[in-house]
């Protein structure tokens, strides 16, 4: 708590008057006998504000999320003083409509579970920041929670899975591999070298400049990307999966990435268009990049899926195989691995898609 504490420190707070009329706004009281603990979860790593009211048995009582992809689609990506700043603004109505949608008064709760880390250190530290802040006036326990390890664990709200599991977290932000062990206890077994598949999809969405398009000016870069491709051909261009020689579980993106740029450069140039306009070639780059993704991505799981079979850290079948985070939601990618599932006897298994990216739930 005295490492929390001077984190915290380094943001800043609300005020212990707006926090004290925050609580007295909450003029209710249930009046039901809660049987059960009750723990309040705010998640606030990146661009989502959330938080979620859930029981000891799992059942979600309330929820409310506010998201900044509007604002971050017009800024062409997530500015870290912008995203606080929208944290700051939204945390405490957030708070309070999970609150609210639950039908629990602050006092109710059991503990308060906040995400620390990993995430963009401004975004963390609102959360963080209003967290402390009601743990010292509830006088409530504080639980700080791993957001990889949250997402990891999702899948036991959903869906009955047993320990040990394999576990595939995919987004912006990170890119892993590991085996659940335990509810605290991971073996890592390979992550992503450079940036992440999520962030990828991004950038080549931005430098295709699909928020022009008129099919996809309301979408996320990812989105954009899985939309576009079902109308492309992913043979037209013929780009490597990355480190198909490397005799691990890594990933790696960021070389891809360099690849595709130079060769959008040069659709622009044969096709005499300038940067920043749509090429008439986009929808087969989109559809080249997501198959080339999904590659990579499936061939370094099936290593991982073999490494832990053959020592035994896995069942050798009904094994089961987690996949979670934003990308988890793209479809093309959850297909290919699907084929390397049936392929191994194993149980492909990912959470409903609104707990596949960032809430509250999660974290709770």
Do not use: W
């Not at 009281?29 to 059960?36: A, T």
């Not at 900044?68 to 109505?93: D, F, M, S, Y």
């Not at 990170?174 to 605290?184: D, E, K, P």
Request: aromatic share 4%; glycine share 6%.
């Amino acid at each position: 708590m005295l490492i929390l504490n001077k984190t915290a420190g380094v943001f800043s707070k609300p005020s212990k008057r707006n926090m004290y009329e925050f609580l007295r706004s909450f003029n209710f009281h249930s009046g039901k006998l809660f049987l059960h603990k009750l723990v309040l979860g705010i998640e606030t790593s990146c661009d989502d504000t959330a938080a979620a009211v859930v029981d000891e048995t799992g059942n979600v009582l309330g929820e409310a999320i506010h998201s900044q992809t509007e604002v971050h689609l017009k800024t062409g990506g997530i500015i870290p003083p912008v995203a606080q700043q929208l944290h700051r603004e939204n945390i405490q109505r957030i708070v309070q409509e999970a609150l609210s949608a639950s039908k629990v008064s602050p006092s109710e709760l059991s503990a308060i579970a906040t995400t620390i880390k990993p995430g963009l250190a401004l975004s963390l530290g609102v959360g963080l920041s209003f967290s402390l802040q009601l743990v010292d006036q509830l006088k409530k326990p504080f639980i700080p929670i791993h957001h990889m390890e949250a997402h990891a664990l999702t899948i036991r709200l959903t869906n009955k899975v047993e320990f040990p599991f394999l576990v595939l977290l995919i987004s912006g932000g990170h890119c892993l591999l590991a085996l659940v062990r335990g509810v605290s206890d991971f073996l890592l077994l390979g992550k992503s070298l450079d940036i992440a598949p999520g962030d990828m999809l991004d950038k080549v969405a931005r430098r295709l400049s699909l928020i022009k398009h008129p099919e996809c000016s309301t979408m996320s870069g990812g989105k954009a990307i899985e939309h576009l491709a079902k109308q492309g051909n992913k043979l037209h261009f013929d780009f490597k999966p990355p480190m198909q020689r490397a005799r691990n579980c890594d990933f790696s993106f960021s070389g891809l990435h360099h690849v595709i740029d130079k060769m959008i450069m040069q659709k622009e140039k044969e096709e005499g268009v300038e940067k920043g306009q749509i090429l008439s070639s986009a929808a087969d780059i989109a559809a080249a990049v997501q198959h080339t993704i999904a590659c990579h991505i499936a061939k370094r799981t099936h290593r991982a899926i073999l490494f832990c079979k053959q020592r035994d850290l896995l069942c050798q079948s009904n094994a089961v195989l987690v996949v979670s985070g934003g990308v988890a939601s793209n479809l093309y990618i959850r297909k290919a691995l699907e084929i390397v599932t049936d392929a191994t006897q194993c149980t492909l298994l990912c959470p409903p898609p609104r707990l596949c990216t960032d809430n509250g739930i999660m974290i709770a």
